[in-house]
Nanobody, 124 residues
Framework: QVQLVESGGGLVQAGGSLRLSCAAS????????MGWFRQSPGKEREFVAA????????YYADSVKGRFTISRDNAKNTVYLQMSSLKPEDTAVYYC?????????????????WGQGTQVTVSS
């Protein structure tokens, strides 16, 4: 079992930046690929970014490429999502997730453990 706790969400103006963190506990963090997803009201939960167990493979949704950066610190059992040039359409609850397949995936169904989410609101 892996427990995930997100933090760092909040209210920011368009063009601003936020850094989300996801702290993991339980099983060995470095065994898992990690991902970020988001969900806004009335929409499906969508993929944002993912990183393989060692950070060697990274994936982004086209909508965030060039603006968001995912990273991980296995010594701290933490994965980060640095978000810059934020847009109102980035407003959502952001979730981190852990995948027992360490290679990383863009597919929601691949992920085994989920956090409770953190709200990000971008005002125009």
């Amino acid at each position: 079992q892996v427990q995930l706790v997100e933090s760092g969400g909040g209210l920011v103006q368009a063009g601003g930046s936020l850094r989300l963190s996801c702290a993991a506990s339980g099983r060995t963090f470095s065994n898992y690929a990690m991902g970020w997803f988001r969900q806004s009201p009335g929409k499906e939960r969508e993929f944002v970014a993912a990183v393989s167990w060692g950070g060697g493979s990274i994936y982004y949704a086209d909508s965030v490429k060039g603006r968001f950066t995912i990273s991980r610190d296995n010594a701290k059992n933490t994965v980060y999502l640095q978000m810059s040039s934020l847009k109102p359409e980035d407003t959502a609850v952001y979730y981190c997730a852990a995948d027992r397949d360490p290679s990383g995936s863009t597919q929601r169904r691949s992920y085994d453990y989920w956090g409770q989410g953190t709200q990000v609101t971008v005002s125009s």
